[in-house]
């Protein structure tokens, strides 16, 4: 007989799910070591049911929490009926695991019950430093994983509440910092430990086994809410092209393709097409493709819609196996983001075409990815930044700045507690004057942040992106400027690539300076209103001449002159 589904029950057993996720997320980052979890926050949660579905995800990076399901497959042909209470397990393998790059480590915890497993914990982190050939461990002219650092398959951290010290000394010592390390690890177990409590709980107010058709029905709804959204949509295959600048010296862009099919309440997103996989450490494992296409589609969707695996079933992704979204052992993945996040870009491109008031114009690219290390003072030091800090302009809406890209949750690290900790002097911070992308809706600016080493010498590693293939805007909206990368050591300043094929050596007093691409506009920028404009050029965020060139305001003493403003677009207009 089916159990009878109480609606209010159902609504207090959702809320209660996303709060135990998100108190997981809280937990973690409150007891973690390293700036890169504590403070730019790359990290995630999740509680999955008793087969390994997500049923709630903490508000923690979006692009990162539909990759649990590939890492929960795994597990289970790893180790069904083999788990036990205390059992806990760690893995970082993009090949053969789910995982998305090295530094990305995960944990996850089976929660039994009366002897059977109700649900799993689920943590991942990105850590500081997991070995390989240089500090931080994302080199970007790795050409094989194997460069790249210390590679875990599904292995038994805990087993029955022991701690496997051999397990735990392997990591020690395939790591530049193992007190960050080991300290992040151990939050994330932390955050196990309180999901198993909050979970415990729920099960011991419900009455165990009884709360099972409950998680069903969240999965349920979401499924179904989906499916309504995607029913709105009219059938047909909508394509979208973007590229990514490339690797080295003379980069060679590289192609992202994607087709859209809508049919009746399904989606098929196919990146058939993509450019090959390539010697360098920008490919992205599937499941970060497949977590990106996800959230693409849940961006553009109802904020009502449960966080869990339901939402998925209707959405299906293709990415051909060999290419940078897919890509085959031994292929390097440790700066793989910039692919997940072009992902979700061209997803928003092909989605413009039919539901354009809710997607988003290009941003920064995703965030840029900046890792140094070396010693001083005889210890060793290693600082990664993913920096983040510009959307694209929305349908009604001007780009926002200084805020993570749509598909992430991060924050740029504090500066005085990089000054505190490291080497290092932030010589500047701030936003670039005239970089969004003009339209009636401006993009948003693009942020500079530059570095000054204090130590004698250290090694550092970079990935940007959109300086050759600028931010596009949509429905005429203009382009965000491109992005800029400097290396300034006595006196004369180098242009460096976007995505570096080396290892830079840094000096003491040496300079390297980040600009990051800006937003794309939306709509026209004739459109722009007037007043919008000046309040722009009183910011600083637009000079005067280019609310003349780009707007068509002419602004004088602070105020509008509204006669040759009109002068001025009635030409422009024409022209």
């Keep these: 007989m089916t159990q009878r589904i109480d609606p209010i029950t159902l609504e207090v057993l959702k809320n209660a799910l996303s709060s135990v996720a998100d108190e997981m ?44 399901p590939d890492a929960m497959q795994y597990l289970a042909l790893q180790y069904g009926g083999k788990m036990a209470p205390g059992d806990v397990f760690i893995m970082n393998d993009p090949y053969g695991g789910g995982g998305q790059h090295l530094p990305d480590i995960y944990v996850i915890k089976p929660l039994f019950w009366e002897g059977d497993i109700e649900g799993y914990a689920c943590t991942m982190a990105h850590h500081s430093d997991v070995g390989g050939i240089t500090p931080g461990s994302v080199a970007i002219h790795a050409t094989d994983v194997f460069q790249e650092g210390l590679r875990l398959p599904f ?52 009455g165990g086994t009884e709360v099972r058709p409950y998680l069903d029905a969240v999965m349920t709804q979401a499924e ?29 862009r590289l192609r992202i393709e994607v087709c859209l099919t809508v049919a009746a309440d399904e989606i098929v997103v196919d990146f058939t097409g993509t450019s090959a996989q390539v010697e360098g450490a920008i490919n992205c494992p599937i499941a970060m493709a497949r977590s990106a296409a996800y959230c693409a589609v849940r961006c553009v969707t109802s904020p009502d819609i449960p966080n869990c695996e339901g939402y998925m079933r209707p959405i299906h992704f293709v990415a051909p196996e060999g290419t940078i979204l897919n890509p085959v052992l031994p292929a390097a993945c440790g700066a793989r983001g910039v692919m997940g996040y072009r992902v979700f870009d061209a997803i928003m491109g092909a989605l413009a075409q039919v539901v354009p008031t809710r997607v988003v114009a290009a941003g920064e690219g995703g965030p840029t990815l900046f890792s140094v290390g070396g010693y001083h003072e005889g210890k060793p030091f290693v600082l990664t930044e993913v920096l983040v800090g510009t959307w694209g302009a929305r349908a009604g809406k001007d780009g926002v700045e200084g805020i993570s890209n749509p598909a992430a949750n991060l924050s740029n690290q504090p500066v005085e507690l990089i000054e505190a900790e490291l080497p290092l002097e932030i010589v500047r911070y701030g936003m670039v004057q005239d970089s969004g992308g003009a339209g009636q809706f401006r993009g948003g600016l693009a942020y500079v942040r530059e570095f000054k080493l204090l130590a004698a010498d250290a090694i550092f590693t970079t990935r940007a992106d959109r ?43 040496d300079v390297f300076l980040h600009v990051s691409a800006g937003g794309g506009g939306f709509g026209k920028p004739l459109s722009r209103m007037p007043e919008h404009v000046l309040e722009d050029v009183l910011d600083d965020k637009v000079s005067q001449a280019a609310a003349e060139s780009l707007y068509g305001v002419v602004i004088r003493n602070g105020l509008i002159d509204r006669a040759a403003t009109d002068r001025l677009r009635g030409s422009m207009a024409h022209d």
């Excluded at 989906?226 to 003379?250: A, C, H, K, Q, S």
Aim: with cysteine; hydrophobic share 40%.
């Design 25 to 68: 997320a809280l937990v973690l980052m409150r007891s973690a070591y390293s700036p890169i979890v504590r403070d730019s926050m790359d990290y995630s949660t999740a509680l999955c049911d008793r087969s390994g579905k997500v049923i709630a995800q903490g508000l923690t990076l979006a692009v990162q929490l539909g990759a649990f």
């Design 467 to 509: 300086r050759d293939n600028l931010p596009y805007g949509f429905n005429e909206g203009l382009p965000g400027g491109g992005s800029l990368n400097t290396l300034t050591s006595q006196g004369k300043a180098r242009v460096l690539p976007t995505m570096p094929m080396e290892a830079l050596k840094w000096r003491a007093g």
């Design 224 to 252: 179904r809410m989906m499916r309504e959204f995607i029913r709105n949509i009219p059938d047909g295959e909508y394509r979208f092209t973007d590229w990514i600048d490339g690797l080295g010296e003379v980069p060679e």
């Design 155 to 206: 292995l038994k951290l805990y087993e029955a509440g022991q701690p496997n010290e051999t397990l735990f000394r392997i990591i020690e010592k395939n790591t530049r910092q193992p007190i960050q390390v080991l300290g992040d690890l151990r939050a994330q177990l932390a955050a196990c430990s309180v999901a198993e409590r909050g979970f415990t709980a729920l099960l011991q107010r419900y």
